[in-house]
């Protein structure tokens, strides 16, 4: 049939859409080398049986994928050594407010790069952070030295003296959760 093509793409894409939900909820940001290796071995598997009609061996294939990513995962959570080899490990890029100007060479992560990520966590100034890692999934870990940190609850509660535990005050949008009902009246038209 002519046709043939659009129920096997529909059928395609829900097919990889279960197993990549079978896959895990990781992020682009948060996959590893095997994860993002797998990814687009579904997705080129994916591609191949519209043109060359063979549906069900692409959808073996895509399903193997899936298994052996699981697999291999969770090898890695039994054996760490095995993640150490397929993830790697974080890498200190700053300590006590210095760059670690080796490991940035390592991972080949210039000054000016980590810089802008740095930015856009919100850190105005490498000395204000304790340690940064550059982590296997690419991201920045940080800790801000103590003088750099938001201020918290815990803080605030030391200062004014309230015991841990006590509440400054409940939160209304959870009152609604707890009573079943909004506190305070709303206009019908809005809820």
Known sequence: MELDWIWKSVLLAL?????????????????????????ISIGTTI??????????????????????????????????G?????????????????????????????VDHLEVRLRQLGIKNIADVKTATLETNGQIGYELMEHARPVTIGDLERILGIQPGMSLETSV??????QNHHPTPIDPKLQ
């Open 15 to 39: 097919v990889g859409m279960v197993l990549l939900r079978l896959a895990g909820r990781k992020s682009i940001s948060q996959m590893t080398v095997a994860t993002t290796v797998i990814m």
């Open 47 to 80: 591609v191949q049986p519209i043109a060359n009609h063979e549906l069900w061996k692409a959808i073996g294939s895509a399903t193997l994928f899936i298994i052996c990513l699981i697999i291999l995962e969770y090898l890695q959570v039994k054996w760490d």
């Open 82 to 110: 095995l993640e150490r080899v397929m993830s790697g490990r974080a890498l200190p890029i700053i300590q006590n407010g210095q760059l670690l100007t080796g490991n940035l060479r390592k991972m080949r992560l210039t």
């Open 173 to 178: 949008l959870f009152q609604e959760v707890r």
